[in-house]
């Protein structure tokens, strides 16, 4: 079997050797550079400070690298533009200009390609357009593109495209490097804000003998030496306990989670989750330490507390709103909020939503699917629903004057779930029953409820203070913070079915 031919790929083949017959390295060791593009754009880039007079006057000399992504021949002249970190600077080649130790470099000039990596030395100057240039008095040649670029004026649009080949995605599109840059400010300034409410970050394990902390679906792996089945992790939440019981105040991890459920513009099998846990407090403390986290990437990374997400305009103005979960179903459902205390009454609205298995289920279940189905989608401002059924929280302290319900919040915002948190569950002996009921629904054909995990148990009866336990997804609240609407644009990696490559005889 043979690659079909590639007549793009054979014409830069031919030009790179014969970058090698002038003696050039054509693969160096390292690249000659003094600034970063981003350095040099955010220093001298504004012509009110730096007009073309005083540019002239300071004899600023770089050195800067990056990939060749216009190249247009003037003459004896000739324009290009370097691209690093989604920011590009102009290259300006003259004849005259060249360094003369330097003989070969107009020949070598011929010889780029778009794509290509190179690094110039100069001084910074401005065009008679008043563009930010360097005056290249020597260059380097760094690597050679034997594939073209997509195409400059449109870049890669085919989105499945984008994510089976991201390096060209954040290549040609600005806006994508600006997302994953983003990404990057929200997780520090998520770090810093927690660091600065006394929490240390910590790690778990990502393999797990038991997987536990959520009702999901896990991957399975086998360790060959000790001959045992593992799990990736669903979620860091029952080993975050142990430190606490073992003396930590307060904890984080910002991990990697690995749920086998399906995918969707929100859902991701792989995907990252900030967790924290502090000793002594509860639902309300992770109420502001939610608030805290949500106004400081909203205002501290994008500058501003209202952001624009699909058509809807978000306010991280705190407080928060709060609701009730009965509250919830009552107001958007238009449906009378004492119906919502009679199991006989909930029953009867699932039937009329059509709700599946309403025979297997209880009413705390159906309260959860009644919520699915006439509230979330209303939940476009940042509202925390508190007071969640039993059935949907097995980790979470029973509310003392409401049987059958925890202490429990969700936060909506845009119609998605972007964090959750518990007064946590610190009775041993509770905890145990109530993983033997997550073992009757798992027996009764629930592959997603919880396994016994004795350790943990036995863990809480060495003594587990008061605690309140918070989740975000960070995946989400990136997408809200910049605007995207699919989970895909905000992973840099997202999972995807293996393509067929084309090949012939």
């Known amino acids: 079997m ?5 007549q793009y790929r054979d014409a830069r083949l031919s030009k790179l050797e014969k970058i090698k017959e002038l003696g050039i390295d054509a693969w160096p060791l390292k690249a000659r550079r003094t600034h970063g593009i981003s350095d040099i754009a955010a220093d001298y ?7 073309a007079e005083r540019l002239e006057q300071s004899k600023i000399v770089v050195s800067v690298m990056g990939r060749l992504i216009s190249f247009r021949e003037m003459g004896k002249s000739i324009f290009g533009h370097l691209s ?13 200009d060249l360094d003369e130790t330097d003989a070969k470099t107009w020949e070598l000039l011929k010889l780029l390609d778009l794509g290509d990596f190179i690094s110039v030395d100069g001084s910074l100057m401005r065009t008679k357009t008043g563009e930010l240039s360097v005056r290249v008095s020597t260059m380097q040649f760094l690597s050679k593109a034997l594939l073209p670029l997509p195409e400059k004026w449109h870049g890669l649009q085919d989105k499945e495209q984008r994510y089976r080949q991201r390096y060209l995605d954040l290549a040609t599109n600005s806006d994508v490097m600006d997302t994953f840059q983003k990404r990057s400010h929200i997780l520090a300034a998520i770090r810093r804000e927690m660091e600065s409410m006394g929490y240390l970050e910590v790690e778990t394990p990502m393999m797990q003998p038991i997987p536990g902390g959520a009702t999901a679906r896990p991957f399975i792996t086998h360790h060959n030496a000790l001959d045992i089945d593992l799990y990736m992790r669903i979620a860091p939440e029952l080993y975050l306990k142990r430190l606490i019981v073992g003396g930590f105040e307060k904890v984080f991890e910002v991990n990697r989670n690995f749920r086998n459920e399906g995918l969707s513009q929100r859902h991701n099998p792989e995907f990252t989750m900030l967790e924290c846990y502090a000793a002594g407090q509860d639902l309300r403390d992770m109420m502001e330490v939610t608030e805290r986290v949500f106004h400081a990437s909203a205002v501290k990374v994008m500058g501003a507390g209202t952001l624009c997400y699909a058509e809807h305009e978000i306010s991280y ?9 009965k509250d919830a179903i009552s107001e958007y459902g238009s449906i009378e909020r004492q119906r919502l205390d009679n199991p006989d ?8 939503c059509h709700i599946q298995d309403i025979d297997k289920k209880t009413a705390g279940a159906l309260l959860g699917d009644l919520f699915e189905h006439h509230a979330e989608k209303h939940l476009i401002q940042p509202t925390f629903i508190v007071d969640h059924p039993i059935e949907l929280s097995p980790l979470t302290k029973e509310l003392p004057n409401q049987p059958g319900f925890v202490d429990r919040f969700e936060l909506f915002v845009a119609g998605m779930e972007l964090a959750n948190a518990y007064s946590e569950l610190n009775d041993p002996i509770t905890q145990l029953k109530r993983f033997q009921d997550q073992l009757v629904e798992r027996e009764a054909g629930n592959d997603e409820a919880m396994l016994l995990d004795m350790d943990f148990v036995t863990s809480l009866e060495h003594g587990f203070p008061p605690c309140g336990g918070l989740g975000i997804g960070i995946d989400r609240l ?19 079915r293996p393509q067929t490559h084309q090949t012939e005889s």
């Open 2 to 6: 043979q690659s079909q031919p590639n």
């Open 317 to 325: 103005a705190t407080p928060f709103r709060r609701m009730t979960f």
């Open 345 to 352: 009454e909930i029953v009867k609205l699932a039937r009329e």
């Open 478 to 496: 990136v997408m809200l913070m910049t605007g995207n609407q699919s989970i895909r644009d905000v992973i840099l990696f997202p999972l995807m």
């Open 84 to 96: 690093e970190n989604g920011q590009k600077l102009q290259a300006f080649f003259r004849k005259n």
């Open 45 to 51: 880039g504004d012509p009110e400070k730096w007009s």
